[in-house]
Structure formats: C-alpha cells, structure tokens
C-alpha cells in the first residue's frame, strides 16, 4: 500500500482531537468498535459535520480485523527491495503501463505541460497505487478510516482522515456508496488519502467534481502531479539513477543524509552504470537499498518529494525505476544478495534493542528501518571492523546477539 500521508512511522505524530481519548486496542470487537463510533459521533458534529451525512454514512462503517492486520504488514517495509522490486517492476507491469501511456498519451502530456512533472513518473505511481486504474480498491472508505481510527496505533491519524472523507461526502463531489477504495482509506486511481484530496485534488476535466473514483483517470492523474509540484518537483530533472561505486569507497557517506555536489561524487569515482558522465540535478546522496552488494543509486531532491507520496524507499525507487522503464530504459544491472532474507518484525524490534543496549542509539524500538536505525547500524559496523552500509540483516543481528 503506498499513499500521501500513510505509509510513515508510527512514531510519527499526527494532530487530532482524541490522541489522548482512545485506549489501545490490541484486539478489536465489534461491540467495541460500537462504542467507539457512539463516541465519534459528537466529535463529527462538532468539527462541523452535518447530522444528515452521519446518518448516511456512518451506517456504511463496520469494525474489519483483516484492515488492522493489514497495518502491521506493509509490503514497503517487510520485504527486501529485490522482492518488492520484483512485484511492483515486474514486466506485466511494464507492459500495461505502456499500454496505458499510449491509450492516455495526449491526457498525460497535458498533464506534464500543466503540472511539470514528468508523466512517466504520474504513470508510475499509477501503476504502483491502482495498476492503472485496475485495482482501485472496493472497501468503504468510511468504514477502512472508522477502523483505523478506533485502533490505536494512529488514532489521531485517521480520525482526521475520517472528518476529511466525511466533509468530502457533504461537498457532493461523490456519493458514500461510490466512496472506495484501499485498506487505508486511501481513494482512487492514485489512491489519496482525504486530506491530501482537500489540499491537492484538481477538476482537471472542468465537470465541476474533483473525480478520483471514477473509470475517467484524469482528475486523478492530475491531481498526483499537483501534488508532487506542490511539494517541490523540479522539472526535468531526474529522481536517481543507478551508479557503480570505485574500489574502496568510503561506505560511511551513503546516506540520505550525506548530499553533495555531483561533481564531487564524480571525483571521487562514481559512475553511472550506463556509462557517461553523472547528470547535474542539484546535490545528490548515494543509497545502497539492499547493502554493499547490492545496487547503488544516486538520488536528487525528486526522490524526497516522490516520499511525500510514501516514505519507504522501496517505494520510491519502484517508482522512479517503473517511469525508466516506461520510458524504454533498462532494468537495474546489478545483482541483488538474494541470498539474503527480510528480518521479521521481531527481528527488527530485536536488532533496535541490542543497537541501544550496545550503545549505538536507533532512537525508538519500532521494527521500522529508518534514517535513525541505519545510522545506528552503521556506527556498530564501523566500531565492528564491518563495512559501514547501514544495512540491517541477518547479519548484523546476530553480531549483536
């Protein structure tokens, strides 16, 4: 599931009027969940919402356990990148993403013209969140965000989400039986959460409705390519390319958080793989998604605005290299350590405690590996005689076991 605003750390805080009401609910009931919308209700009325769209909508909402188990288990970050990679860039996705460019080419060029973001990438993520509009998801929206608010892993979170469907459904702009979509209460084409429909949806066709639900894409797409130019797309600049990496590189700089000029990483040695000199798009960092063995990827600012859609750089990378491939570029060349398996949650919540207790501080025991934990990693496997990638394997676990 990817999404603008989902898919993030439960750490992250999000604002929202009962962070403080909802007590843990580690396994829901649907007397519980009952008693949770009793208590939702004048909430709703009080952010505004009108009592005859309560009446209507609220009837739609049913307490669904699989919603709640699909939360704890997003492909992004409990895969290796190669086998998300392998499902997210797989060639039947290639193929119907060009299929889809050439039915919709004159749509998505106007797109790129308004918008500035280049339309392979809009089709990228439409492929990723919909597979084009295939799969749009069939769950009642009120009824995913009900869940998800009445859970309490992010309450607030979703309760915000669900007043911002609810206000969605009084402005008429679709009806609650029409109001579909994904597990997260994620809508449409390129599945936007409520709240970024509010900020970033556009009526692209001129119908009067910002349409995302329809079988007519367009309002979509354009709104996925409002949303990235509102967060900073450069126009033509690219999200990354894949690098080779010089004999005896410094492994400690690839990071995120180390950005440089590009000509300092070409005298230092790196390469495209394809050959030639590296594109100048701005300060650029250089990524190992799956370790030292792995692929290596340099990346421009666009990648962090593509995060904004999701942060996982699983999800981000599937991205950029499924708008490569579209556009006729070739696969990734280098060959990922498939030999190497994902950490379990508990393997990860595990690795994060034994990095603090050895005092390499991961900043929170989550299970997630973010900036924090590979940072982490990295400062064991430099103190370790190890090459310091920051990747979180196997490996590493039991070196700290």
């Given at each position: 599931?990817a999404t603008p605003g989902v898919?993030q750390?439960?750490?992250t805080?999000?604002?929202?009027p009962v962070?403080?009401?909802?007590?843990?609910v580690a396994?829901?009931t649907?007397?519980?969940?009952?008693?949770?919308?009793?208590?939702?209700?004048?909430?709703?009325?009080?952010?505004?919402?009108?009592?005859?769209v309560?009446e209507?909508?609220?009837?739609l909402a049913?307490f669904?356990a699989?919603?709640?188990e699909?939360?704890?288990?997003?492909n992004?970050?409990t895969?290796t990148?190669?086998?998300?990679?392998?499902?997210a860039?797989s060639?039947?996705?290639i193929a119907?993403?060009?299929r889809?460019?050439?039915q919709?080419g004159?749509?998505?060029?106007?797109?790129e013209?308004?918008y500035g973001?280049?339309?392979?990438i809009?089709a990228?993520?439409?492929?990723l969140?919909?597979a084009?509009?295939?799969?749009?998801?069939?769950i009642?929206?009120?009824?995913?965000?009900a869940?998800l608010a009445?859970?309490?892993?992010?309450?607030?979170f979703?309760?915000?989400?669900l007043?911002?469907?609810l206000?969605?459904?009084?402005?008429?702009?679709?009806?609650p039986?029409?109001?579909?979509?994904?597990w997260a209460?994620?809508?449409?084409?390129?599945?936007f959460m409520?709240?970024s429909w509010w900020a970033?949806?556009v009526?692209?066709t001129?119908?009067g409705?910002?349409?995302?639900?329809?079988?007519d894409p367009?309002d979509?797409?354009a709104s996925?390519?409002?949303y990235?130019r509102?967060?900073?797309w450069?126009?033509g600049?690219?999200?990354?390319l894949?690098?080779r990496?010089?004999?005896?590189?410094?492994?400690?700089?690839t990071t995120e958080?180390?950005?440089?000029?590009?000509a300092?990483?070409?005298?230092l040695?790196?390469?495209?793989?394809?050959?030639?000199?590296?594109?100048?798009h701005?300060?650029?960092?250089v990524?190992?998604?799956?370790g030292?063995?792995?692929?290596?990827?340099l990346?421009?600012?666009?990648?962090?605005?593509i995060?904004?859609?999701?942060?996982a750089?699983a999800y981000?990378?599937?991205v950029?290299?499924?708008?490569d491939r579209?556009?006729?570029?070739?696969?990734i060349q280098?060959?990922?350590?498939?030999?190497?398996?994902?950490?379990?949650?508990?393997?990860?919540?595990e690795?994060?405690e034994?990095?603090?207790?050895?005092g390499f501080d991961?900043?929170?025991?989550?299970?997630?590996?973010g900036?924090?934990?590979i940072a982490?990693?990295?400062a064991?496997?430099r103190?370790n005689?190890r090459?310091p990638?920051?990747?979180?394997?196997?490996?590493?676990l039991?070196?700290?076991?």
């Amino acid at each position: 599931m990817a999404t603008p605003g989902v898919a993030q750390s439960p750490n992250t805080s999000e604002p929202g009027p009962v962070a403080a009401q909802v007590e843990s609910v580690a396994v829901g009931t649907e007397q519980g969940f009952a008693d949770w919308l009793d208590g939702f209700r004048p909430r709703a009325l009080e952010a505004g919402i009108a009592p005859a769209v309560l009446e209507r909508a609220l009837p739609l909402a049913r307490f669904n356990a699989k919603i709640i188990e699909r939360d704890r288990n997003q492909n992004e970050f409990t895969k290796t990148i190669w086998d998300y990679l392998d499902t997210a860039v797989s060639e039947d996705r290639i193929a119907h993403g060009k299929r889809a460019l050439a039915q919709h080419g004159a749509m998505l060029a106007r797109i790129e013209a308004e918008y500035g973001v280049d339309r392979h990438i809009v089709a990228a993520i439409w492929g990723l969140e919909s597979a084009y509009g295939s799969f749009r998801g069939d769950i009642p929206t009120i009824e995913a965000l009900a869940t998800l608010a009445y859970d309490a892993r992010r309450a607030a979170f979703f309760e915000k989400e669900l007043i911002a469907a609810l206000k969605i459904l009084e402005s008429g702009d679709v009806t609650p039986e029409a109001m579909r979509g994904s597990w997260a209460g994620a809508m449409g084409h390129t599945q936007f959460m409520p709240t970024s429909w509010w900020a970033h949806a556009v009526d692209f066709t001129g119908d009067g409705r910002r349409d995302v639900w329809s079988d007519d894409p367009a309002d979509a797409l354009a709104s996925a390519a409002a949303y990235l130019r509102h967060w900073g797309w450069t126009p033509g600049a690219l999200w990354g390319l894949e690098i080779r990496l010089p004999e005896g590189f410094d492994y400690d700089q690839t990071t995120e958080r180390v950005k440089k000029p590009v000509a300092e990483w070409a005298a230092l040695g790196v390469a495209p793989v394809a050959g030639g000199a590296l594109p100048d798009h701005g300060l650029a960092s250089v990524l190992l998604p799956g370790g030292a063995r792995g692929a290596a990827f340099l990346i421009f600012s666009n990648f962090q605005v593509i995060e904004r859609y999701n942060t996982a750089d699983a999800y981000v990378i599937a991205v950029g290299h499924l708008a490569d491939r579209l556009r006729g570029g070739p696969a990734i060349q280098a060959v990922w350590p498939r030999e190497l398996r994902a950490l379990t949650l508990a393997e990860r919540m595990e690795l994060q405690e034994r990095l603090g207790a050895a005092g390499f501080d991961p900043q929170g025991v989550d299970g997630r590996i973010g900036p924090n934990t590979i940072a982490a990693v990295k400062a064991f496997q430099r103190a370790n005689g190890r090459v310091p990638d920051g990747y979180a394997s196997l490996e590493v676990l039991e070196a700290l076991r």
